[in-house]
Structures are given as C-alpha cells and as structure tokens.
C-alpha cells in the first residue's frame, strides 16, 4: 500500500465531518457525561461542551442518548464549537406553537418562575409571559404555583420577537363558557350529573354541575323529612344529582338527590302492613302525638288519644323525648298521602273488654277525679277504664249544682258500681250509695209544722236555703218569708223555720218562717 499524500487525508477528513451552520438545530448523540458538562458530537470537527443546567433532568441523561441542540457558534473564543441545548427547545417550540396555534386558542404550560410583573411560562419549551394581573395566582404561595401545569390563552403572539403573552384568566372564562355550552346541549330530564355543593338556603342548595348552578330544593334532597341542607350535604362535597327538570330560556335548572335512590314508600304496605308491629325512633314531639321514624323517609303519628287507654290527658312532652326508641302498631295506611297512623296502646289489650267481668254492677271501686262537666264528675278507676258520676249520685242530702265545690281534680274516691254504659264505654257510678240512704230518718225527724232552727246557707233570688244540719239543707220561697227581713239576712246568720213539706224521692224539703212567734 502507497503513501497517502497530505492531499489525500485532508480530503477524507474533510468527508467524513458534517458542514453546519451557525444558528441552526442539529441532532447529536450524548458521548460523555461530565460533572458539569455534558459531551455532545453532532459530526463536526470537536465535541461541544453543554453546562449541565441546560437540562431539566441532566440525572436521566445517558451515554448514547440523541437530542437536539442549537448551533451558536463553530468556534468560541478558545475554538470549540458552541451549542445549546435550550435554545434548540425554544426554536422548537416556537415552530410548534406557530404552525398549530393562534391567538385566542388554549394550550398548556408550566409556570417557571416569577418575574417582575408576571410569570415565565414554558410552552412546548419556550418561555411566554404571563402578566400578574391575569394570572389568577393572587394571593397563591409559589409551592402551589411553580412547576404546575396549568391551561393558557394566548392573547398575544409577536412572530418578530418570538415572543408570546399568555392569560390564565382568559383560559378560565372561556373554558367555563365552553363547559357551560356543552352542559346545555347534553342536559336532558333524568341524566345524572356531578356536581359540587356551592351554596345553601333553608329552601334547598345551589350545586354547581361546572359552570352552571342547578337548585336542588329541600324537598327532593332526601326521602327522610329534613329541616335544613345542611343535615344532608355540606359546603364544597361532590355529590350526584338527577335532572328532574330544566329551561334553556330562563336558565334554571331543577335537580334531585333522593330521587338517586328507590322510594321508601312504593311497597309499603308489603313493608308494615296494617296490625305489624314496628320498631321506630320519635322526631318531633306536639301536643296532638308524636312522630315517629320507622325507617329514613318514613315516618309515622302516635296521636295523642293512641298513646294510652288510658282518657287521662297525658303531657308528651314530659312523658317522651326525641331520639326515643319504641315499639308501635300499624293501624293505618295512606300511601297517598305518605301517612302511617300508628298506636302504642294497641300493643295491649283494650281493657274495656274485660270490664263486665271485673266491674260488675255493686262492686266497689277507687279511682282518681279527672274531669268535670255540669252534669256530672268523670273517675278513672284504671287506664282506659273511666266511669261517671252523675250530680244527683253525689250526696243524699245536699244539692251540688257545681261538682267541683263538691270534688277536686285528682282527688282519690270510692264509688259504687251502678251500671254499665256500652255505647260511651263508662262505668255508671254513685258515691251516695255507699251510706244507707237516710231520708227514712229525715222524714221522721222532719215532719211536717215542725219548728228547727238553721243557719242560712245561700240566699237566691228565688229563697234561701237553710242548713238543718250537716250536709242537708232546706228551701225558704221568697214567699213564704217577709221581703224586708230576706233583705236583711246574711249567710252565716240563725233563723227559725217550719217544715212545711219533706219529698225524699227528689231528695227535697221545703221551709217557711211565716207563722212562727
């Protein structure tokens, strides 16, 4: 083999090195990794030497690795060639932003850092500028901003400079604007969207299906009756919701919750059929019965006359406390209505049933006064067993017009059984009939023209009525007296009297004070 002349070597070298030019991208391959450079040969006469903070992940560089760099200079100031491996992703990026973008389109970015003024954000490689007052970072600390991805609009592209000029804000109000346009067109009656609880009132709460509020009203939040939202739902939870109805014209929107869920009430008498016993918890307490939850959305009444058997009034607010648990009967439903009657009594017998066999007629009884009206006094011998004591069953002798002179409320009294009233349910009783009847006696005493000294009890505008007696008291007509002296008397006060007729079957005597010296 011949010598090679000079000519020769300078001509296979020159063919075996690429010709480039400065401010162009090339491809080089990775050959060495340093510790503050990185090796780069893109088939030119030297190596470059690339500063290692030119990269975002120098660590993930390897050996043999191809990436794309910028030519700066063929030779600097020592003669190496000078490359950058960021002005080639800007120069990229550039191009990529160009050729598939405009002003006014969205596009992602990475904040960087914080300038001046604003913020440099890095798209597709290149930096943009985002001014402060369109940001929507306000009040943002940089570790929830820096190195986040965040969408863009670009407002304005300056093709000379290669510069961009970015708004979060713009991003912002076009993507809810699209989001709404969107969410307009799909809505339909029954969709099921996700949304996020933005406000409540006490008529319901706002939710936000993404740029659109739809109103989930109280009513339609859940089958249970509830009093405010906030029972159910708070402030910022996602929740589902169903479209029960909407108007594109007037933009509302109408949403439920419960309706997400099988309504409690479809089979309800297969559930708790009429006579079942059911267990449940009291809700709410009123003077006319208590209401009670059977199962979330279903709730039932306790009246008032269905706690007990008992005629007795019964305080239920003293007798009853919400969150209570009890058991109870089912006596009616009305699916209609969404009502369930229920009763505490009826888990026991009625003990009026038994009532023939326990309170025979002449059997002696103690209850309690529990009641009065101008014929006669009402007696509770046992819960659900009540008799009556008519006026003229009160006393033998004297003559009671106000039973609660004679008697007082919760006052304990023994009585007689005199019969039975079927058809009220009450026990006839007497409390005269307790003593012999002692008119046989006062018929013997009190004969007729028999003069007796009393004490004047009342005086009416009829006569006066005297007291012979304990407990037996006689009548004076006005006219069997002088005018002048009735005007003169007082309660208290002694007068003579002459029994003029004594009538034990009314139980009555009748006085005079004419005639008598």
């Not at 010598?3 to 080089?28: A, D, P, Q, T």
């Not at 690339?50 to 760099?69: L, R, S, T």
């Not at 109000?173 to 099921?192: A, D, F, N």
């Not at 003169?488 to 005079?512: M, Q, R, Y």
Request: net charge neutral; charged share 35%; proline share 4%.
């Amino acid at each position: 083999m011949g010598v090679i002349s000079r000519e020769e070597l300078e001509k296979l070298y020159e063919e075996n090195f690429v010709e480039i030019k400065e401010g162009e991208i090339l491809k080089g391959k990775v050959i060495k990794k340093l510790p503050d450079y990185i090796v780069v040969d893109v088939g030119f006469k030297s190596e470059a030497l690339i500063p290692k903070e030119e990269f975002e992940a120098p660590q993930d560089i390897k050996e043999g690795d191809e990436v794309e760099v910028y030519v700066e200079s063929k030779e600097d100031e020592e003669g190496r060639l000078l490359l950058s491996y960021q002005k080639a992703k800007r120069l990229r990026g550039w191009e990529k932003l160009i050729e598939s973008h405009k002003e006014g389109d969205i596009v992602e970015g990475v904040v960087k850092k914080r300038i001046k003024g604003g913020f440099y954000i890095d798209i597709y490689g290149m930096e943009a500028f985002l001014p402060g007052s369109l940001s929507l970072f306000k009040g943002l600390p940089d570790s929830e901003i820096i190195g986040k991805t965040f969408k863009f609009m670009l407002l304005k592209i300056y093709r000379g400079r290669k510069n961009v000029i970015v708004s979060r804000k713009d991003a912002v109000i076009k993507e809810k604007e699209e989001q709404k346009r969107k969410l307009w067109e799909s809505l339909e009656t029954g969709k099921v969207l996700k949304g996020k609880v933005k406000s409540m009132t006490d008529f319901g709460a706002f939710i936000d299906l993404g740029g659109v509020d739809g109103l989930l009203h109280i009513t339609d939040i859940s089958w249970k009756k509830i009093n405010h939202p906030s029972e159910v739902l708070k402030i910022g939870q996602e929740i589902e919701v169903m479209v029960l109805n909407f108007d594109k014209d007037t933009q509302k929107i109408s949403l439920g919750l419960k309706q997400l869920t099988p309504d409690p009430w479809q089979n309800i008498e297969e559930k708790y059929p009429v006579g079942s016993v059911v267990k449940g918890k009291i809700t709410n307490i009123l003077p006319y019965g208590l209401f009670v939850e059977i199962e979330p959305g279903i709730e039932g009444l306790i009246h008032a006359r269905e706690v007990s058997w008992s005629k007795k009034l019964i305080n239920l607010q003293e007798n009853f406390k919400p969150g209570q648990e009890l058991n109870a009967k089912v006596i009616r439903i009305e699916k209609e209505n969404r009502k369930i009657a229920l009763s505490i009594k009826q888990l026991t017998p009625d003990p009026w049933q038994e009532v023939q066999k326990k309170y025979p007629p002449g059997v002696r009884v103690r209850g309690e006064v529990v009641g009065f009206l101008s014929y006669g006094v009402f007696v509770e011998i046992e819960p659900g067993i009540e008799g009556i004591v008519y006026l003229k069953d009160l006393s033998w002798t004297k003559r009671v017009s106000n039973p609660q002179e004679y008697l007082k409320k919760g006052q304990i009294i023994e009585a007689l059984v005199l019969g039975i009233d079927r058809r009220q349910k009450k026990l006839i009783l007497g409390i005269k009939q307790l003593k012999p009847n002692p008119w046989p006696e006062i018929m013997e005493k009190y004969t007729p023209g028999k003069i007796f000294e009393g004490k004047v009890a009342k005086i009416t505008n009829f006569g006066i009525f005297v007291e012979l007696e304990k407990d037996l008291e006689g009548l004076v007509y006005k006219e069997e007296i002088e005018k002048e002296r009735m005007q003169n008397l007082k309660p208290g006060d002694s007068i003579k009297v002459k029994i003029l007729k004594v009538d034990a079957h009314e139980s009555k005597i009748s006085l005079s004070c004419k005639g008598i010296e």
